[in-house]
């Protein structure tokens, strides 16, 4: 049973094709880019690793919707004969706001409720509200969902959700932290809970989503209780890009000295600080560990600050729960950088960690313990893939199993 999963963007269809039996694959996958403009482009490869480009001009998202039908139906590198194996269509949505605890069926209802709460995602909700609007023109009857990157973080009481403005910002603009990369950090709780027998109910976790963004989030009993993205995915970590934790003074300081506009400031916070713009070198991981190992000052003390705001984080979420009995490590960096991995660990002894230094060296992409056996809390690299989990979320609201 095939579901096509969807990422939209204003200007980008991001699409999978999963074959959804017991075993689920990845049939096929691609990206439409520069929707709108004079020119698009689409790249697709299919689960035999072939690889397919295409230019043609993409006006609008029910164009590049009928290109990503056409690579999948395409003799060669096509994987399906008809539209018709397509059984269902699950979007990754941005934003739930208050309205969605979990994933949902796309209804007039549903689809009403993204709708008006697009000012809280004004990039992505309407982005995706156009990809919906397009399965509905090119495959009319084919059930849709929506996963969201909030709902899972519904469950966070007032006291951590709810910023100290006055109390009318909430009531008039439902202005509070709602958290993001929801269906990561629950995916990769209950995947290490399956592995270890546990029942997610009786533990508390504290999940570390390390990639180009990044958010860490405290699920006491299976619930999410705080989470470090708050109303923008701008709060918690420092990121790629993206600043994280700042003092909202220094911001003001710099629109001032910079004069920088709404938005200026809005894609400076955004795009051009965290640890690229610290390092002035490069917000990819693996350039500054090369550039730290080759002596760049610079670049160590910006691995050395990304791992001590995680490590603060950790300490924050184990008081917050009164303990922690796991902690996960997942997306790129959490998965793969064993010297992240290390500078968060080391002299974490104080929370009944006994990590394993041995054992994370070259440790990649996998679903391994990293703590000794008589470690009291215990941490794990647990591979994420959030379009498995839209793609079986949809597979559970529209087939019930
Ligand atoms: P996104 O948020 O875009 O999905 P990813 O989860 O793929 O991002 O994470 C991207 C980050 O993971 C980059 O900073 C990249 O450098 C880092 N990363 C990937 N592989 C490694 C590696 N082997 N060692 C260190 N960092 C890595």
Not at 337 to 348: A, E, G, Y
């Amino acid at each position: 049973m095939n579901v096509l999963v969807l990422n939209c963007g204003s200007s980008s269809i991001k699409y999978q094709l999963l074959d959804m039996s017991d075993n689920p694959e990845v049939k096929a996958k691609g990206i439409v880019e520069r929707i709108g403009l004079p020119m698009g482009i689409l790249s697709h490869k299919n689960y035999r690793d072939e690889k397919y480009e295409t230019e043609t001009p993409v006006p609008n998202h029910t164009v590049g919707i009928k290109l990503v039908m056409e690579a999948l139906l395409d003799k060669n590198h096509g994987v399906i004969n008809s539209v018709d194996e397509i059984k269902a269509v699950g979007h990754r949505v941005a934003h739930g706001g208050e309205y969605f605890t979990e994933s949902a069926r796309l209804d007039a209802d549903a689809i009403a409720k993204i709708e008006s709460i697009c000012d809280l995602a004004p990039l992505h909700n309407p982005a995706h509200l156009l990809g919906m609007r397009a399965i509905l023109d090119v495959l009319p009857n084919v059930p849709q969902t929506a996963v969201f990157d909030t709902s899972f973080h519904q469950t966070m009481p007032p006291s951590s959700y709810m910023y100290p403005l006055p109390y009318k910002m909430y009531e008039q603009y439902k202005l509070r932290r709602y958290g993001f990369h929801g269906t990561s950090h629950k995916f990769v709780a209950e995947k290490a809970c399956d592995i270890l027998n546990w029942n997610i109910e009786e533990k508390k976790i504290i999940t570390c989503h390390l990639g180009n963004g990044a958010s860490i989030t405290a699920i006491k009993y299976g619930k999410s209780v705080d989470t470090s993205m708050g109303f923008t995915p701008v709060e918690g970590l420092m990121m790629g890009t993206r600043t994280g934790d700042l003092d909202l003074g220094a911001l003001l300081f710099i629109m001032e000295k910079e004069k920088l506009s709404v938005s200026e400031a809005n894609s400076f916070i955004n795009k051009k600080c965290g640890s690229n713009g610290f390092s002035e070198l490069s917000s990819d991981m693996r350039d500054l560990e090369a550039a730290s190992n080759e002596g760049n000052e610079r670049a160590k003390l910006t691995l050395d600050m990304y791992a001590h705001r995680v490590k603060k984080y950790i300490g924050a979420y184990a008081a917050v729960m009164n303990g922690v009995d796991l902690i996960i490590m997942t997306g790129g960096i959490g998965e793969n950088s064993c010297h992240t991995r290390k500078l968060v660990f080391n002299d974490m002894d104080y929370l009944g960690i006994k990590f394993n230094f041995e054992k994370n060296e070259g440790l990649r992409a996998k679903d391994e313990l990293i703590t000794y056996e008589d470690s009291k809390a215990k941490v794990m690299t647990i591979t994420t893939n959030e379009e498995l989990v839209i793609a079986m979320d949809t597979k559970r609201i529209v087939f019930g199993s």
